[in-house]
């Protein structure tokens, strides 16, 4: 996953910040658009083999309106899924940068498995109205005989299509999810960051699993609410009262039961993570965070116990809200724990930026002639001392009110003193001559 690094800048301290921010937002539209694909596929899962098996017309029917709820159109799937997948992907490949850790490459691999997922959730969604319209055409009496015949055949296969590609879906999504989680997870665990036995601690790890599970339970819980908000602004829904019921019934129960369970793997996601992600943010997005579940729950409840749907809207904004701090404690997680990370790449950046200055000419160098002295000339001259050559305190009075002349020698040294051996020429650059020599004469009488 090297080639990601190649798409990598080095950005200075406020573009990370901004970019911090966007993978937060990228979060945001991601988990609310994710968690409702898996519950929607899950429960249309279960219905269907549930009618299957008890031939219950309003299981099938279910079944269908809840596939057909997150899937309205495929520009949703790439838009809501996979454009945030990616910018979290180049996110974390920008915030990694020059660490090893391939997490950023993990959720390019997440993202892999996201495409085959909604392919096959959208060939389940198709199969299934395919399936309805040719067993529509092979029960009506009025078509010919071939026509059935021929749609009949394709009857079956659309059948067994059906029965495998939700399944499919499905398994491919959570993988996707599940890598993402881990992957994300990497990044909040620095003291990983040198194992090199990523994918392993990846897989095999508390913190990867809770976290898979509050996703879960999220989208499960985050689907009954809406299942229940579209059931009650639905007028052709609620005009079948025993589907209508049945809806009911069963989105707020799901609802009550996982948002009770909810706060619970919210808890427990703050105690499996690294202490070098824990800060006074995380603690507090946390509290409201399970705050607005317990709000959640007394909603569901009071639905149930007045057994009317009136706080269905409110529902779906308390869950996004929800999202947003769960978000948020993900974003300060990140935040702290790649505070060393971060300190890094900015000082990196300086060291990009005075380069690329230097490049363009951008940059005055700054010629010391302290530093000149020292690293060519001290190895013969002392100030007071004689070493190979004449001490400067002798040499220089001479050459007092004549700066142009000592550069001239310094520039192309000619031989003055039979005493000593001819000077041999330092290969100073003309403004680094002049800057020794300024060095030379304000220093030698002092
Ligand atoms: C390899 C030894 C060597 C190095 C290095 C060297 N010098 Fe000299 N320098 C000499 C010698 C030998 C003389 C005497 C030359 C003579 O008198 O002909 C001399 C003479 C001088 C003098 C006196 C000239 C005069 O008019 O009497 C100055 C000033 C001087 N060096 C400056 C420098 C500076 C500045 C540097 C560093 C950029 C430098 N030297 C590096 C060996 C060295």
Known sequence: MEFLDKYVLPQSAHHMILLKYLMALALLIFIP????????????????NKSAKNNNAAHYKFSKFLIDLTTFNKVSALGLGLAPLLSISFGVAQLLHLSDVPAAGYILLSSIFYIAAIIFIYTFKYSFHLRDILGAVTEN???????????????????????????????????????????????????????????INLIFSLQTVVGFLQIILFA???????????????EAIKSDEKYFDFIKNFGLKTGLIISIILPLFIILSILVKSSQALSYNLFAY???????????????????????LRYASSLVYLFVLAVFFVVMQEYSSLDTATKKQFAFLAANYDEYKSALEEE???????????DIYNGKCIACHQFDKKLVGPPYNETLPKYEGKREELVKFILNPVKINPDYPAMPNQGLKPAEAEAVVDYLLSTYKK
């Open 33 to 48: 658009y994710i968690s409702l694909l898996i519950g929607s596929l899950t429960f249309s899962l279960i219905f269907k």
């Open 141 to 199: 009496e009025n078509i010919k005989e071939e026509i059935k015949e021929e749609s009949s055949f394709y009857l079956s296969s659309a059948n067994k299509l059906l029965r495998k590609s939700g399944f499919f879906g499905l398994a491919l999504l959570l993988v996707s999810v599940y890598l993402f989680v881990g992957a994300l997870n990497l990044t909040t665990r620095p003291e990983l960051w040198d194992s090199g036995n990523y994918f």
């Open 220 to 234: 499960f819980g985050f689907t009954a609410a809406f299942i229940i908000y579209r059931s009650y602004s639905s």
């Open 286 to 308: 946390t509290l409201l965070a399970l705050f607005v579940v317990m709000f959640i729950s007394v909603l569901f409840y009071l639905m149930i116990r007045d057994a009317q």
């Open 360 to 370: 363009y000419g951008l940059k005055k160098v700054v010629i010391n002639g302290a």
